[in-house]
């Protein structure tokens, strides 16, 4: 684990599901329900976030990660930011760019300056995507083609500046159920032709693209708000997934994967699991 590592770092993602190398995390140090900005906060408003069992479940999370081979980057934390555990929605490598977000929610605002931060430490380059309402919990790469979550964090505009940046790429809009927060809240891909997605969040024209491109594996309601299409495949088909989440997990078994259960419930009560909290910055190039 590494606290603004003075290593040059290598950026390169181009999936959901090569090999991990590195990954930016952060501790869940100041995490508080604040403004209740999803539905998970909405249920555990009354009940409120253990901050001890978040940090001890972090760092079971962050030493099974190291245990496989997985170099785990840790952001500073900052008492301003009670949503900084949430890494993914600050950014995301794309080929060897980094995007830096805008993010869409006050409670949010300010977080991407401590990304920023560091990328200028490590003198890593990276697109600040200002101006563009886009968070990276709503973009899914799979190659050339990039899904992008059309949601209330993530806004038709900063889609289509993306299409223009991205020549070699195909762009592919999905709009999805606004209360369900990102798109990987209830879908995500886990292979090249597989992924996870919750149906109810979707129309049948997004049901019919997704189809299209992927053997969809279909997540219930209550693994759903338990965020089981929210897993994080490190390679070599091995993937994150929560114990609680016990039908999600027995599928992908069927299907050959190695589930990785770590427990992290207390985490999720802010709304996000194991994809969320992480931003891959090196994945092998499959």
């Known amino acids: 684990m590494a606290l603004f590592s003075k290593q040059k770092q290598e950026t390169y993602c181009l999936s959901e599901y090569d090999r991990l190398r590195r990954v930016v995390l952060c501790e869940p140090k100041h995490m508080t329900i604040r403004s209740e900005i999803n539905e998970t906060q909405k249920h555990f408003k009354d009940e409120g976030l253990h901050i001890e069992l978040a940090m001890e479940q972090h760092k079971n999370f962050v030493k099974t990660l190291e245990d496989h081979g997985v170099e785990v980057i840790l952001?500073?934390?900052?008492?301003?930011?009670?949503?900084?555990?949430?890494?993914?929605?600050?950014?995301?490598?794309?080929?060897?760019?980094?995007?830096?977000?805008?993010?869409?929610?006050?409670?949010?605002?300010?977080?991407?300056?401590?990304?920023?931060?560091?990328?200028?430490?490590?003198?890593?380059?990276?697109?600040?995507?200002?101006?563009?309402?886009?968070?990276?919990?709503?973009?899914?790469?799979?190659?050339?083609?990039?899904?992008?979550?059309?949601?209330?964090?993530?806004?038709?505009?900063?889609?289509?500046?993306?299409?223009?940046?991205?020549?070699?790429y195909e762009v592919i809009t999905i709009p999805f159920t606004e209360k369900y927060l990102h798109l990987d809240c209830v879908f995500n891909i886990i292979s090249p032709n597989e992924a996870l997605y919750f149906p109810e969040a979707f129309?049948?024209?997004?049901?019919?693209?997704?189809?299209?491109?992927?053997?969809?594996?279909?997540?219930?309601?209550?693994?759903?708000?338990?965020?089981?299409?929210?897993?994080?495949?490190?390679?070599?088909?091995?993937?994150?997934?929560?114990?609680?989440?016990?039908?999600?997990?027995?599928?992908?078994?069927?299907?050959?994967?190695?589930?990785i259960e770590v427990d992290i419930t207390e985490i999720i009560k802010s709304g996000g699991s194991f994809r969320c909290c992480t931003m891959p910055l090196l994945r092998d190039k499959g």
């Open 203 to 259: 129309t049948k024209k997004e049901i019919n693209i997704l189809a299209n491109h992927f053997d969809l594996i279909e997540v219930n309601g209550e693994e759903q708000f338990t965020l089981g299409t929210n897993v994080l495949s490190i390679g070599d088909k091995k993937i994150f997934s929560l114990p609680v989440n016990r039908e999600v997990n027995q599928q992908l078994r069927i299907r050959g994967y190695e589930v």
């Open 75 to 168: 952001l500073p934390t900052n008492d301003k930011y009670p949503e900084q555990v949430f890494t993914r929605d600050i950014g995301f490598t794309l080929g060897q760019t980094t995007f830096v977000a805008e993010m869409a929610h006050d409670v949010r605002i300010g977080e991407e300056g401590i990304l920023k931060a560091w990328l200028e430490e490590q003198e890593i380059s990276y697109y600040n995507l200002v101006g563009d309402m886009i968070e990276g919990g709503d973009v899914l790469i799979n190659k050339n083609k990039i899904y992008v979550g059309l949601s209330n964090r993530t806004n038709q505009q900063a889609i289509d500046h993306l299409q223009r940046l991205l020549h070699e």
